[in-house]
C-alpha cells in the first residue's frame, strides 16, 4: 500500500481557548502491475 497522507500545521492565536474539533478523512492506495507498453514494433 501507498500512504496519502499530507502534514497539516494549524498555527492558534494566543487566547482563550487551546485546542480545535477537526475532521479527517484518509484512503488508502493500492499499487497495482501495469502491462509493459509496446509500439507497432513490438518494442518496449
Avoid at 11 to 38: F, R, W
Amino acid at each position: 500500500m501507498l500512504p496519502s497522507s499530507v502534514g497539516l500545521s494549524v498555527l492558534l492565536p494566543p487566547g482563550d481557548g487551546d485546542s480545535i474539533n477537526v475532521t479527517v478523512c484518509y484512503a488508502d492506495y493500492i499499487a497495482e502491475q501495469q502491462e509493459p507498453k509496446v509500439d507497432a514494433q513490438g518494442k518496449k
